[in-house]
Every structure is written in C-alpha cells, then in structure tokens.
C-alpha cells in the first residue's frame, strides 16, 4: 500500500481519491458526491447540494492534513487549479460549463486537494497544468447547457462568468429585471447546466428532505433572513461561510419571492428595506416591491 495512503487509511475510509506527483511533490484528490435535488415544489427555494458536500469534504481535508502532519508528513497548499490537476490525474473531465465530471459522479461532487512534499505517485509533468486542459470530445457536438442556460453566460465561445447566475449570487448583482426573473427561485446555487448535462443523465434525483423542506420553505426562510446573524444559524450546514452575509442572502431572498405566483402575499416584508443602506439590499427589496402583476403592469 502506498505509504501516504497508509497514513491515512483510518481517514480515507471510503472516500474517492487519487495520487498524482508534480516537480517534486505529491497531491491528494479527494472527492464527496452528493444527489442531485429535484426541482423544489411550489413554496420552497432551490440551494444546490453542493454546498453541503463543499462543507463536509472541507473538514475531511483539515482533519487529513492534521494526520499527516502528526505523522510527520510535511503539507503544502496546492498552487495548480484544482480543475487542471484533476484533468491531469484522470481524477474528472473539463467540460464547457466550467465544471469537470468525475467518472462515478459526473459533475455532482465537492473536491478537495491536499498537497505534501515528496514524491508518492506517478509523476505528471507541470507543463501540463499551465494551460487549460481540452474540453471533453463530448462537449462539441452536445450545446445542452449553452441552450439552457437562463443568463446567457455558456457560448459556444467559451463562459462568461459575470454573466452566470451563480456569479451574480455571489456579487447579489441583478442588474435587470430581466435577470433578477432568470434567477427564479434559485437562493443559491442554479443547477441548470448540470441537469441537462448527459454526464449527469444516470445519476439519481431525490426530493427534498423533511430538513430541507423546513429550512428552504418561503415563511421559514424570511422568518431567518430578517432575524440577523442569529436567524442564519440553522444554515450553516448547507451555505457554509455564506450563513454570516445575512444582508446578501436576505437581497437574494426578495428577489427569488417577487419571481413567485405569490409575491404579493410577500411584497409588505420588502417595505422596511426599501430605505437601506446596502445598495443591494435596497435594490431587492424594491424589486419585489414594484414587482410587476400577472398583467405586466408595475405596482
């Protein structure tokens, strides 16, 4: 058994990863799969799964890294995108929509990579990881996600990141009406590209969960944001560092409620926020406030 590996055999259990040695070396690739979620029912937000599986395979790394140094191991960080050194261990496949899919779970898995002077693996030249690696064969004759896409960030070009929803989330950058509506009920996260991704087409979607059902229902959600820090507690899990940014998730709350069948019965909550400091949060609280009718007709 390769003695890395050895040391942290008690750890990896049965965690996906792979070895790969560059200029002197050696990087742990490790992955947590996670399920696709179903389209969430009416009533609920959508927060991609991936972030709970980000959160987890986060703690797994500090709690390797902590054995292998115990075991006398000496860690580095990783200065080699994550994405070109998987492409390069065989570890997943880059694809047009940015992502890489992984042989087992295609695009739905978090990764982690954990670096250690030496040289335990088969060694890749560095060369390899200056240049973005070539798109999956599949990925020129497919354009589902180009298709699909709601923000018009995937081209046949390339992607355009300041124009991705899940970008946008991160900034709370909704400059149009037209983009604040291609949001949906997309909280965090939007998914789209992956759904439709033949990659993905073998791998199940499961509903929500009873947990996620309390936590991503409308009520339950606004009842949170408002709250403050204190309210976000209950979503640590599944925003990870994100739970302490109450302002950006509350902004992206009010959008995601004026893009309801019900946003009326949720337009008075905006009104205290329609003064705001934060720009962001002013500029949401006012589109659901103006949110237009069934008619088209602004309020």
């Not at 049965?14 to 009533?43: K, R």
């Not at 064969?137 to 124009?163: H, I, S, T």
Request: charged share 25%; aromatic share 10%; proline share 7%.
């Amino acid at each position: 058994m390769n003695e890395l590996v050895k040391a942290l055999e008690p750890l990896l259990g049965d965690i996906e990863h792979t070895l790969v040695s560059v200029n002197g070396s050696t990087f742990l690739l490790i992955a947590a799969p996670y399920t696709q979620m179903a389209q969430p029912p009416e009533g609920y937000a959508f927060i991609d799964r991936y972030y709970i599986a980000s959160n987890h395979i986060y703690f797994v790394k500090k709690q390797l890294v902590a054995e292998l140094q115990t075991a006398g191991f000496a860690t580095l960080d990783c200065p080699y995108p994550y994405k070109y050194l998987a492409a390069a261990a065989g570890f997943g496949v880059p694809l047009r929509s940015t992502l890489i899919a992984h042989p087992k779970f295609g695009t739905r898995f978090a990764m982690e990579v954990i670096g250690v002077k030496g040289v335990y693996a088969e060694t890749i030249d560095e060369s390899v990881l200056r240049e973005r690696p070539p798109l999956h064969p599949f990925c020129e004759k497919c354009g589902k996600c180009v298709a699909v896409c709601p923000q018009g960030a995937l081209n046949e070009g390339g992607f355009d990141p300041l124009r991705c929803t899940r970008s946008r989330q991160e900034k709370c950058d909704f400059p149009t009406a037209e983009s604040s509506r291609n949001m949906g009920v997309n909280l965090w996260g939007c998914d789209l590209c992956q759904r439709v991704c033949p990659l993905n087409a073998k791998l199940p979607e499961t509903p929500l969960t009873e947990e996620e059902k309390a936590l991503l229902d409308f009520d339950a959600l606004l009842a949170a944001f408002t709250a403050g820090k204190k309210g976000m507690e209950p979503y640590r899990d599944i925003l990870g560092g994100n739970y302490m940014r109450p302002v950006k998730l509350l902004s992206l709350l009010f959008r995601v409620l004026a893009n309801t069948g019900k946003a009326e019965q949720y337009r008075e909550a905006a009104l205290p926020y329609l003064d705001h400091p934060d720009e962001r949060l002013r500029d949401a609280a006012e589109y659901l406030w103006n949110r237009p009718d069934l008619s088209g007709n602004e309020k």
